[in-house]
């Protein structure tokens, strides 16, 4: 059949099959002792058809497209650990250049558990080569919500896998895969059920297996339970309606009553057995319709009473941040950015801010993205990200990581916090007030700020053009103070003034490049004029 497909290729598209470069592998159980077919030549070794490994052998598939690819993964993150990378450098190596080597062979293979655990465990311990100062579930959230962007396997294998779905729903040629799965349903009407694939107890490949599990897990999360969406809910093939512990599986059934609400009158009353059985010519006996009755969860029966009949929606729906969106509509980005959304938390730091700052109504959305708004320095971004997150090393944090350095300033001889090393230091207060005065005078303000505003930068909710410059010249001001005192230079003023003019052509040039020239003469032109 192979060839003949072959032969009709050649003749409409003119491409030649060219046998004695061709190999050809039997798949399944049955042997086969030939030396060729049809004169092209048979091997029993494993074999690589565009980038996948293919065996006879299905346990050796995993070893085989997936060990290779997790040791140049390992080598690749290894060469990259030898350059002093931010946070943020790290999570775009690992973006573009660590993940897109795997992508490819886990969205047309079966990803085993051990390959999932082992990927997460080299990429969590690149970002975090020696102490873990942020835990993964705020690591992965985006920048506004206090995380790195940092990319989930997990998900990304889940998004991308689930694409599979879309693809088979629109190339309607390939809905007889159904049939694998051994149900009497159609692919849509099987995307539309509450299952488990532990209940099924036909073999099917791992690979559709995984989908499906990966699809009834996002379901299960999505689904809400409320008296339109019980009555909606498919009966037979029902995870949550078990009799016996397990679904209903019966084909009669399913075929006449296929929604909880089909078995209820107007009023959400379950119907009497003769009437069941005349309006859909069944043949329930007392026995099986009350063990049917019975399935259903108490909280759903007790919901249903006094419900009104709903229509039923017959397209495949998907609960995605909230919104329900047709299967059809969407894409991997939405499912990955749902999946992050469903488990990331704040930083545990921002419980200590409030904590020793009780008297001030933090808004962290806001103070979280500054960095951002005000420089694409990814430099800048870290200092402030080390900050916020409180593992900033001053020594009052190394000594509590070590147990083993002065938690005292070496300059002033008191406990070097963070509001100290940055704010309260006698070496830069000086500097500090030679910079507010200087800020006031070029644009005309009154400044009086403390630690607090230092160290978190000021909440701009009305995009005030000055509070923005001014902010940039806090985040590097602080990174000025850390450059000299990690150099045991003087904090001097002037030269920070040097610092802020070079940086400053930096940005025109990064302002100027997204045509945006106008906005950064407005926010800096008194400042570049009294450099």
């Known amino acids: 059949v192979v060839l003949d497909l072959l032969l009709q290729f050649q003749k409409n598209a003119g491409l030649k099959l060219n046998k004695e470069k061709s190999e050809a592998i039997y798949l399944g159980r049955s042997k086969c002792y030939d030396k060729n077919i ?58 573009s250049l660590a993940l897109s080597q795997l992508m490819y062979v886990s969205s047309a293979l079966y990803v085993p558990p051990w390959v999932e655990e082992e990927v997460n465990s080299i990429l969590f311990s690149f970002l975090w080569p020696k102490k873990v100062h942020v835990k993964h579930k705020c690591t992965i959230a985006p920048f506004c919500e206090g995380g790195l962007r940092m990319p989930d396997y997990n998900f990304k294998l889940k998004a991308c ?16 895969y ?10 849509d009407n099987m995307l539309k059920l509450n299952f488990d694939m532990k209940y099924l ?34 009966l037979c093939y029902n995870v949550n309606i078990l009799v016996d512990n397990k679904p209903i599986t019966s084909k009669k059934l399913y075929n006449c009553v296929t929604h909880i609400q089909d078995l209820l009158d107007k009023d959400g009353n379950f119907l009497e057995l003769n009437v069941l059985n005349g309006l859909y010519n069944l043949n329930v006996s007392i026995m099986q319709y009350n063990s049917i009755k019975d399935s259903i969860p108490p909280q759903w029966r007790k919901m249903l009473k006094g419900s009104k009949p709903v229509l039923v929606n017959k397209e495949i729906n998907v609960l995605i ?35 020793y700052f009780p008297n001030i109504d933090f808004v962290w959305n806001e103070i979280q993205c500054i960095p951002f708004a005000v420089t694409q320095d990814t430099a800048l971004w870290y200092l402030q990200y080390m900050i916020i997150n409180r593992f900033f090393p001053c020594n009052y944090n190394v000594n509590k990581w070590y147990n083993n350095q002065n938690n005292l300033c070496s300059k002033c001889n008191v406990i070097d916090t963070m509001a100290h090393y940055f704010f309260e230091c006698q070496y830069v207060t000086t500097f500090w007030n030679n910079l507010f005065e200087w800020i006031e005078n070029v644009n005309n303000v009154n400044l009086q700020l403390k630690s607090i505003d230092v160290l978190l930068g000021l909440y701009n909710p009305n995009k005030d053009l000055v509070i923005h410059a001014f902010n940039y010249c806090i985040l590097l001001a602080k990174s000025f103070i850390y450059k000299q005192k990690k150099e045991g230079k003087d904090v001097c003023f002037a030269k920070f003034q040097t610092m802020l003019k070079n940086s400053l052509e930096i940005e025109r040039y990064r ?21």
């Open 161 to 176: 896998k689930l694409m599979w779905i879309k693809r088979i729903l629109q190339n309607r040629k390939l809905l007889h």
């Open 38 to 95: 049809c004169g092209i030549k048979l091997i029993n070794e494993p074999t690589k058809v565009l980038g996948i490994c293919i065996s006879k052998d299905i346990s050796e598939i995993s070893d085989l497209n997936f060990r290779d690819k997790i040791e140049k993964l390992k080598k690749l993150l290894n060469m990259w650990k030898q350059r002093r990378l931010t946070l943020y450098g790290k999570v775009t190596v690992i973006n």
């Open 178 to 187: 159904a049939d694998i799965f051994g149900l009497p349903l159609s692919f």
């Open 201 to 234: 107890n036909n073999y099917i490949s791992p690979f559709y297996k995984q989908i499906l599990d990966y699809w009834y897990e996002l379901k299960s999360d999505s689904f809400s339970v409320t008296a339109e969406s019980i009555r909606s809910q498919v």
């Open 321 to 355: 941040r909230g919104k329900n969106i047709d299967v059809q509509n969407i894409t991997s980005k939405m499912i990955y950015w749902s999946l992050v959304s469903s488990i990331i938390e704040p930083p545990p730091a921002l419980l200590k801010w409030e904590y």
């Open 511 to 531: 302002y100027s490049s997204k045509g945006k020239d106008d906005l950064f003469e407005k926010l800096w032109c008194n400042i570049l004029r009294a450099l």
